[in-house]
């Protein structure tokens, strides 16, 4: 072969494969993503979300976004409505980048969009469900205690501070961590991942009315203290100090 020709060939070579193959180039699939840009639901799910609501989007600190009752209770505006606003005065951060977050309106549709599809149920498995309002004003915390014993106290123990079910959820530091729409969206649709039932089911057979939700809310609301996560009466006396001074 002439030296020509070798060269020719070698030159065909580098052009067929073109110069996007050079070794130590990314490919198109291997350039990075403008955060901004980013659209697949586990990258958008497992990098805001999952440290919370759990990998799967159950057996996190915050609810199971993993539960079909959850989700159709809710609905897609108001899960579009907290992921882009948050939740004040709870670790809810508010994601939408006119509040500060770091996702585009876009993201956050695709998000719940997706997680919808993917961990929603079928419209008909709602169907005729009576479910309970999303939102409603607290009820009677002293008719909430008649309910609490009647529906709670088998698992939660007489107090609220234990049962068969681990931890107290009467505690003043949990309690002000979670709002009372939270409070409440645990006693209409429980935690499946944990083993709670929904409000249908706390008694078999005997579901809760919408009364006795709001009620037993206003009671667990009522346990909110005003020095929470410090020692039983410290807080008390250190204020009554500075009053007394
Ligand atoms: C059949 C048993 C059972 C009944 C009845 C029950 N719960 Fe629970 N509940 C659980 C279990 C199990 C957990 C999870 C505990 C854990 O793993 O931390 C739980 C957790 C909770 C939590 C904390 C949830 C969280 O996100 O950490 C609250 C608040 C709560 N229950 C309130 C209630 C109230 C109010 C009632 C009555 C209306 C009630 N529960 C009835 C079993 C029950
Ligand atoms: C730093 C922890 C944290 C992260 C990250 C987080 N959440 Fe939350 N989320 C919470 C807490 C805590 C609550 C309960 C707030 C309250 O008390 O109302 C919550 C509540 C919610 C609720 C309402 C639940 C209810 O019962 O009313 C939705 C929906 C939700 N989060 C979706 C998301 C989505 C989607 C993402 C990711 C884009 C996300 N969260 C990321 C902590 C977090």
């Known amino acids: 072969m002439s030296r020509f020709a070798l060269l020719s060939l070698l030159v065909l070579a580098g052009g067929l494969s073109g110069c996007d193959s050079l070794p130590g180039k990314p490919t198109e699939a291997e350039r990075p993503v403008l955060p901004s840009k980013v659209m697949d639901f ?49 670790a809810m951060p508010a994601f939408a980048v006119s509040q500060g977050g770091g996702l585009t309106d876009e993201q956050i549709t695709a998000l719940i969009d997706e997680m919808v599809t993917r961990w ?60 009372d729409q939270a409070l409440r969206s645990i006693v209409v649709v429980g935690r499946k991942d944990l083993g709670m039932p929904d409000w249908r089911h706390l008694i078999p057979g005997r579901p809760m009315s919408d009364a006795q939700i709001a009620d037993v809310v206003a009671w667990l609301a009522s346990k909110r203290v005003p020095f929470p996560g410090q020692m039983g009466g410290l807080g008390q006396n250190s204020q009554e100090g500075k009053t007394d001074g």
Do not use: M
């Open 42 to 90: 586990a990258k958008l799910y497992d990098a805001n979300c999952a440290g919370c609501h759990g990998a799967n989007g159950q057996l996190g600190a915050a609810r199971a976004l993993n539960d079909a009752l959850y989700l159709a209770w809710a609905g897609d505006d108001e899960l579009v409505r907290v992921t882009a606003n948050g939740v004040p005065g709870t």
């Open 120 to 179: 929603g149920g079928k419209a008909s498995d709602v169907d005729g469900l009576n479910l309970p309002p999303h939102e409603a004003s607290l009820g009677d915390p002293e008719s909430g205690a008649q309910t609490y014993a009647t529906f709670c106290a088998a698992c939660h123990g007489a107090d609220g501070t234990g049962g068969t079910a681990p931890g107290s959820i009467v505690d003043g530091s949990y309690l002000a961590l979670v709002s």
